[in-house]
C-alpha cells in the first residue's frame, strides 16, 4: 500500500492562525472522531493549545460501537476531560454544554465573585471532516458553520456566538508527517483524508481486510463474505451488488466505492477501528 501523506499549504497557514488566536481564548475543545480517536489526535494541535484546558470530543458516536466507550474511558484515566456524543442529534447539546462549562468553572465563579458577566471563549480544533462545524451549529441553534461530508471544507476562521461563549472554528489541520501509516489509513477510511490523493484500491481492499479481522460477521451479514484476501472479498462483494462489467469481468471501482461508502454511512454497523492499544504514547 502507497504511504499516505497529506499536508496542503492552507493548514500550515491555518496553524500560524490558531497558535495567534490562542491568546484570546479560555479553552481549547479538540473534536475526534469517535472510531478513531487514536487517528484523529493530532499532537501538533495538542501542542498548540498548550496550557489551556483542553476538552475532547468524541463525535460521530452513533457510528461506533461500545468499544469507543472503552477508549474515552481510557482518555480519561490519562487525565483528559472527554464526552462522547453524535453533533447531529440534539440531545447532544446538554452534554457538551454541561463538559465545556466544566472546562472554565472555577473561571465563572471568581468573575461571578467579582461581580463580573464573563464570555468565555473557545477554540475548535480537529483534523478534517471530524464534525467541528456541525458541533458548532448544534450549539449556535442555527447552521452559523460551513459543513461538508469531505475533508477541508473550513478554511478561514469564524467566531460563533452562542449561549454564554463564543467558539472559534479552526479548518481542520493534520500533522505535518504521518509516522504512523496504520492509524493514517483510518483516517482515510472515515474520510478525513482528500479522497482525490488517495489510491482507491488500496484504501477499499485495507479496509475489507481490517473488517473482516475486527467485524467478520458485519461483512457477511452485507456481502456475503466468507473469508479470502482482500481481492477475493472485493469479487463477492462485487457480485452480491451486481457490479460487473461486459464479459464477466468485475467492476472493482464501483465495489470499491460501494464498501468505504458502506462503511462511512454506517451501512455496516457501528465499528470502531481503533483499539486500546492505538493510545498509547499519546499525551491527552
Not at 463525535?59 to 461500545?66: Q, R
Request: aromatic share 8%.
Amino acid at each position: 500500500m502507497k504511504t499516505i501523506q497529506w499536508f496542503p499549504g492552507h493548514m500550515t497557514k491555518a496553524m500560524r492562525m490558531m497558535q495567534e488566536h490562542l491568546s484570546l481564548v479560555d479553552g481549547v475543545v479538540f473534536v475526534l472522531d469517535a472510531r478513531c480517536p487514536a487517528a484523529s489526535f493530532n499532537p501538533k494541535l495538542k501542542k498548540i493549545a498548550n496550557n489551556k484546558p483542553v476538552l475532547y470530543v468524541l463525535n460521530k458516536g452513533d457510528l461506533a460501537d461500545e468499544r469507543a466507550d472503552i477508549l474515552l474511558k481510557i482518555i480519561r484515566e490519562k487525565g483528559g476531560a472527554a464526552v462522547k456524543i453524535n453533533a447531529v442529534n440534539a440531545s447532544s447539546k446538554r452534554d457538551i454544554t454541561g463538559a465545556i462549562e466544566k472546562l472554565v468553572a472555577e473561571k465563572r465563579q471568581r468573575a461571578l465573585e467579582k461581580g463580573q458577566t464573563k464570555v468565555f471563549r473557545f477554540m475548535v480544533a480537529g483534523v478534517p471532516n471530524t464534525g467541528k462545524s456541525t458541533l458548532i451549529n448544534l450549539l449556535a441553534g442555527s447552521k452559523r458553520a460551513e459543513t461538508g461530508d469531505k475533508a477541508g471544507v473550513t478554511r478561514g476562521k469564524q467566531w460563533i456566538r452562542c449561549d454564554g461563549f463564543e467558539l472559534l472554528d479552526t479548518p481542520g489541520t493534520m500533522p505535518p508527517a504521518f509516522e504512523n501509516q496504520y492509524l493514517a489509513r483510518h483516517l482515510a477510511f472515515v474520510g478525513s483524508i482528500n479522497d482525490d490523493i488517495l489510491d482507491i484500491d488500496d484504501i477499499a481492499l485495507a479496509l475489507l481486510e481490517e473488517c473482516y479481522a475486527k467485524y467478520p460477521a458485519r461483512l457477511y451479514e452485507r456481502y456475503g463474505v466468507e473469508g479470502g484476501t482482500p481481492l477475493d472479498m472485493l469479487e463477492t462483494v462485487c457480485k452480491r451488488r451486481g457490479f460487473m462489467l461486459r464479459g464477466g469481468e468485475y467492476d472493482y471501482e464501483r465495489g470499491e466505492r460501494a464498501v468505504i461508502d458502506d462503511f462511512r454511512k454506517g451501512r455496516l454497523g457501528r465499528i470502531t477501528l481503533d483499539i486500546p492499544d492505538d493510545l498509547k504514547g499519546l499525551d491527552f
